[in-house]
């Protein structure tokens, strides 16, 4: 994957088939750190298959035996001299607290590090996607302002139009778009 | 700017079209977005269709939705489209394929044979 914010859109994928119904993908940027964290009230991870997310031979799917997701995401947290942590609470468990984050660190400024690329599409992907799931999205660009978005508030104005009907995806993405535009006018 | 007035509006005009839409809406675009889909390239067609689909007036003929792995990850990103139960899988679309994809199977009905995965396997 060549850009972060498509990593992004594959771990917050797991959310997604992990049945959560909240998901939220909060980003932080400051002058020489980049993280990001993928939070869901999903079904959760047992410990014993916790221990074992990281090796690509891990994986629930059932088309073939391999699951790149995770271990892409920690080589290229780790190429930066970054890390990855991953905590969770399987619903077997945890019934009334299940769910799964997982967060990434970059060192923004190493060679290695990629760009974050088109986090829009990313966004605009998952609601389009899933839109029964509310994502809360928030970018901080400390000292600079943040991009956010809820689903709920736009939900609360919609009614029963759903948020994948065309037209309000693509309300969403300009409306993100925007913001951005916004923030990249107050660059230290 | 972008204001929450402006979805309002949109949900007053979409209110009548909810329910033709549930009605018709015969063409299933079915993109894949497991890891294998994304990292091919899975994400920009899944945005040209729905922009493509928007802007040519055909979101009562078709709907795009998303899928998992299908097991074909050297083909992706893979697109199906049914109608009905009917199906055509195309392979290795691009965002600039989309463009000819809507124009022909979506608008005309006509299959764009050489992005098959008959074409492709060949």
Redesign the interface.
């Known amino acids: 994957m060549k850009e972060l914010s498509l990593n992004i859109l594959d771990i917050a994928m797991n959310s997604v088939k992990a049945g959560a119904k909240n998901v939220s993908l909060i980003l932080n940027e400051s002058e020489n750190e980049f993280s990001f964290s993928v939070t869901d009230d999903g079904c959760g991870m047992t410990e014993e298959f916790l221990k074992r997310v990281t090796d690509p031979f891990c994986t629930t799917r059932t088309t073939r035996k391999v699951g790149m997701g995770i271990p892409f995401l920690k080589l290229i947290a780790e190429q930066t001299g970054g890390h990855i942590s991953i905590t969770s609470r399987a619903e077997s468990e945890y019934p009334d607290s299940h769910g799964t984050t997982t967060t990434a660190y970059f060192n923004k400024n190493h060679i290695d590090c990629l760009p974050l690329g088109d986090i829009v599409s990313t966004v605009f992907t998952l609601i389009q996607g899933s839109p029964n799931i509310d994502f809360e999205f928030k970018h901080i660009f400390e000292g600079r302002g943040e991009v956010s978005l809820s689903t709920k508030a736009l939900r609360e104005v919609l009614g029963d139009v759903g948020l994948d009907c065309p037209e309000v995806a693509l309300w969403i993405k300009e409306y993100l778009e925007e913001q951005y535009s916004e923030v990249k006018k107050y660059k230290i | 700017?972008?204001s929450?007035a402006?979805?309002?509006a949109?949900?007053e005009?979409?209110?009548d079209k909810?329910i033709i839409r549930e009605n018709h809406g015969n063409l299933r675009i079915v993109v894949g977005?497991?890891?294998c889909g994304?990292?091919a390239g899975a994400?920009?067609v899944?945005?040209a269709f729905?922009?493509g689909?928007?802007k040519e007036g055909l979101?009562e003929k078709a709907t795009?939705?998303?899928t998992?792995?299908?097991?074909l990850?050297q083909y992706e990103p893979v697109v199906e489209i049914y109608n009905g139960d009917e199906k055509v899988t195309y392979v290795k679309v691009t965002a600039e394929k989309v463009g000819r994809i809507i124009e022909e199977h979506i608008k005309n009905g006509k299959v764009v044979t050489e992005y098959t995965i008959g074409a492709e396997t060949k």
């Open positions: 700017m972008k929450l402006e979805l309002a949109i949900r005009k979409m209110q909810v977005m497991a890891t994304i990292t994400r920009p899944l945005n729905v922009e689909i928007t979101t795009v939705v998303q998992g792995c299908i097991g990850c």
